[in-house]
């Protein structure tokens, strides 16, 4: 078993290949938000350096967002693209969660916070629990004050991930944050959670494989916004 992992909802693109075993190979973009044009040529390198073709995989992954709107877009439909070419299933891996696989020891919250702008980000908390992966706060778009105030009352030792640590650094200057290295969306943590995924009986025909923006692009809101008026 193989199966190939794209994440494009942060600032770098990255793909993973995760086997049976749990063996990982991955490769990391330095281009900033340039994924149309480097997610394909990277995913061929990896593939061409493990030895491996697209029609060796038995499924591919996507990182379904939050993140990035277009980044989110772009590995959804690559994924989709990919998976339709090659007959093979897809697993819709939720951004978020994914972040558990980023810190598997951590004993306490694991807090993934996205800047989602206009005062909003998005968040969840996770916990590890018996090797499984539990949803203390669900995954939405929060005030911060809101979000921080809802892990607080857990009485978890709490570590915050993602970009909405350094947009919000002023709030994040007393709290745990995890290390810069696991900081961000991580393939290889999408590819760990979406074999889990996959053992579980949870891959998706390729129609099925959808983006979750947890809320409309802004283009979208004002133009409902202009019509309703």
Not at 89 to 100: G, I, M, Y
Request: hydrophobic share 40%; glycine share 8%; aromatic share 8%.
């Amino acid at each position: 078993m193989y199966i190939l992992a794209l994440e494009t909802t942060g600032a770098h693109a990255s793909v993973a290949i995760i086997n049976e075993e749990g063996k990982i190979a991955e490769k990391v973009s330095d281009s900033v938000l340039n994924h149309l044009q480097n997610l394909m040529p990277m995913t061929k390198e990896l593939l061409d350096e493990q030895g491996l073709s697209i029609g060796d995989m038995t499924a591919i992954a996507a990182s379904q967002g939050p993140g990035s709107f277009t980044g989110i877009r772009i590995g959804v439909s690559s994924a989709r693209a990919l998976a339709q070419v090659t007959g093979i299933e897809t697993v819709a891996v939720p951004t978020l969660k994914a972040f558990a696989y980023n810190a598997p020891d951590f004993d306490g919250l694991i807090c993934p916070v996205f800047d989602a702008r206009r005062s909003q980000v998005f968040a969840a908390a996770y916990k590890w629990n018996g090797g499984k992966i539990e949803e203390i706060v669900s995954g939405a778009a929060y005030a911060l004050d809101d979000f921080l105030e809802k892990t607080a009352e857990v009485g978890l030792p709490r570590m915050f991930f993602g970009d909405g640590v350094k947009a919000y650094a002023d709030r994040f200057a007393e709290e745990e944050t995890a290390p810069e290295e696991i900081r961000l969306q991580m393939a290889s943590s999408v590819a760990k959670l979406a074999k889990d995924m996959y053992e579980e009986g949870q891959a998706v025909h390729y129609e099925d494989l959808k983006p979750d923006y947890m809320r409309k692009a802004e283009a979208e809101r004002k133009l409902e916004e202009k019509s309703r008026k």
